[in-house]
């Protein structure tokens, strides 16, 4: 077994499908029918990653968040929960609230001024006397499925859906381990992409661009790993492991030098780097055994709950249907890619990054290289959200190739000289991302049908 194979403990539970059926034709990408059939066979049947428990840290406080043709408000209720409601005012239509976030002791329509409470109830209605019968009687927001785990909300418009445990399936164990729930979050930024949604998804469910979109990466990573270490689970859901601390062998060759970035990592955990100069391969285990001897006395008492590929491997997660979630020892990367209300080929991408500093010190790792943002956040210190068209500002190096490329395929798609893809082995998760879409929009409509079936013979 070579040094960055994963040990079965840590391998997920084995899953074969059958993938020589997959068909990605670019209608995909482009057709209002194809897009309508994801929004109502998907997109509102699914768990959903969408807001963050700490940044409403009082009853009172909300956040607003658009996916596709809704708007959701996650608001924090006197009880200390999250309840999440549909953005619309039962009385005519308008949406309730344009911020993304605030506090409210009330929302209050800015049509007519219905208010009603945070828990949904409406309590308020201009000239009660001209209704027919009372409107706080009958109405209240609509509420929506709301679960919180790792510090992130999620929601589900589908009523009768698996609970967020059972869609996340081996996730769940390994993501609550880092104990996520209060890092705070230290780069927020969404960019409008003109391409569809699933453009930037096919992308983080392959490795085969890393040496030529990030030839950078392989100066800190290991990247032998894209041929075949990566799992796939039937929730749809995908795992790769990054080997960190680790010069390229594919790259230098079986004697490679020390990187500059490995020698900082050393440095941080009071190794020398004069010691591995002969034999770099071994910093990473030595990285590894010196974060688990001094980790929880310096503040990260979570490394305890840790497997070691975890104190120096960025964990890369497919999370089905549109986040790519990349954890390191300290800090959880976020990109997620949201539908727009009505285009196919416009999405929103939005990169946060999530980082734990220890009370002692300053600034947050960058879960790429593993190293310390001076400046960058900190306990409490959030930073505002930023909101633009890509390309008007830098989202950093490696979002920037990516979304280039993205932006690229979409045109791509469009041309009569395209059919459809070739894919190797080793973008065989991008085969089962699109197959897991096709399931789960089939097992809506059958669904749907039983539902009519049944409907049908009551009546009768
Ligand atoms: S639409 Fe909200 S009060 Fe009239
Ligand atoms: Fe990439």
Known sequence: MTAWQVEPSHQWPQFDVDLTDVSITADRYLSAEFFASEWEGMWTKVWLLMGRAAQMPEPGDYQAEEIGPESVIMVRQQSGEIRSFYNVCQHRGSRLTFAEEGSVSRFVCPYHSWEYETDGSLVKVQDVEDF????????????????????????????????????????????????????????????????????????????????????????????????????????????????????????????????????????????????????????????QQQMRALGPERGHAHYDNLHDLQLTDSHHYNLFPNCSVTFAADGVLLQRMRPHATDPQKCLFDHWYYGFTPASEKGVLDVATNIRIDGAGGPGGEVEHEVFDFGDRSMGLIPDQDLSIATGQQLGMRSRGFTEPVLAGQEDRVAWFHKKIDITINQAKSNRASKNNRAIRSEN
């Not at 499925?145 to 929601?155: H, K, L, M, S, Y």
């Not at 990573?221 to 492991?241: A, L, P, V």
């Not at 062998?249 to 004069?274: F, K």
Request: charged fraction near 25%; aromatic fraction near 10%; include cysteine.
């Open 132 to 287: 027919a019968e009372d409107p706080c009687a009958t109405k209240r927001l609509v509420e929506i499925r709301t679960e919180v785990f790792a510090g992130f909300v999620w929601i589900n418009m589908n009523p009768e859906a698996e609970t967020l445990q059972e869609f996340l399936g081996p996730l769940w164990n390994e993501w609550a381990a880092y104990e996520p729930d209060d890092w705070p979050r230290v780069t927020a930024l969404t960019a409008r992409v003109d391409c569809n949604w699933k453009i930037i998804q096919d992308n983080f469910c392959e490795s085969y661009h890393l040496p030529s979109v990030h030839p950078q990466l392989m100066e800190s990573h290991e990247e032998s790993y894209r041929y075949s270490d990566f799992q796939m689970s039937q929730q749809g859901h995908n795992r790769m492991i990054m080997p960190g601390a680790t010069p390229s062998i594919t790259q230098y060759g079986e004697s490679p030098p020390l990187p500059e970035v490995l020698q900082e990592r050393l440095r941080r955990w009071d190794l020398d780097p004069a010691d591995f100069v002969d034999d770099p391969l071994a910093a990473r285990r030595a990285i």
